[in-house]
Antibody, heavy 117, light 110 residues
């Protein structure tokens, strides 16, 4: 059974940092690119970042470029998102999702990030 | 890049068919046959229902089908059932390893 489990969310002040993790099981991790997608009540789903199966290539939405860093540890079947210089508008539920060919096959249950003073 | 446009809500009676539209531009929906649709029940993560415009993953009911014409993609649910009540999101590959999502459509089964 495929499972993706996010963790690391919480309350952080504007300008602060947070590191999200996504543990994966049930499929060959290195065969899949991995993505982070976030969801806010007002703006729906927004693609945030992607990383290739090997970890050599990374991609970011303009809204997070320069502030967020995606990475993966293939020996631990784990995906990460380092979020720095957080803004109020980064408040959202963050999902990790596997990607085979330009669509998101499986998703986690999400972890809530709240940026507020 | 702006989000794809979906109707906020669509409703239908059990057994009926409904269609959800998803309008983008010639730079996203119109350029790639890489439109996917996701179902989301409250408190859950999204679930892939359709990929590459009209392909169904294993385990997804045949009642779900997708199509595309120009810059607009559509998801049709036939034989509407109570369990289909959920939010539905379209998504299009937009080039340079970026994706755009629609704002979501709430499907209500009357």
């Amino acid at each position: 059974e495929v499972q993706l489990l996010e963790s690391g969310g919480g309350l952080v002040q504007p300008g602060g940092s947070l590191r999200l993790s996504c543990g994966v099981s049930g499929f060959t991790f290195t065969n899949y690119a991995m993505n982070w997608v976030r969801q806010t009540p007002g703006k729906g789903l927004e693609w945030v970042s992607a990383i290739s199966g090997s970890g050599d290539s990374t991609y970011y939405a303009d809204s997070v470029k320069g502030r967020f860093t995606i990475s993966r540890d293939n020996s631990k079947n784990t995906l990460y998102l380092q979020m720095n210089s957080l803004r109020v508008e980064d408040t959202a539920i963050y999902y990790c999702a596997s990607e085979a060919t330009r669509h998101f096959d499986d998703w986690g249950q999400g972890t809530l990030v709240t940026v507020s003073s | 890049q702006s989000a794809l446009t979906q109707p906020a809500s669509v409703s239908g009676s059990p057994g009926q068919s409904i269609t959800i539209s998803c309008t983008g531009t010639s730079s996203d929906v119109g350029s790639y046959n890489l439109v996917s649709w996701y179902q989301q029940h409250p408190g859950k993560g999204p679930k892939l229902m359709i990929y590459e415009v009209n392909k169904r993953p294993s385990g997804v009911s045949y009642r779900f089908s997708g199509s595309k014409s120009g810059n607009t993609a559509s998801l049709t649910i036939s034989g509407l059932q109570a369990e289909d009540e959920a939010d539905y999101y379209c998504c299009s590959y937009a080039g340079r390893t970026t994706w755009l999502f629609g704002g979501g459509t709430k499907v209500t089964v009357l």
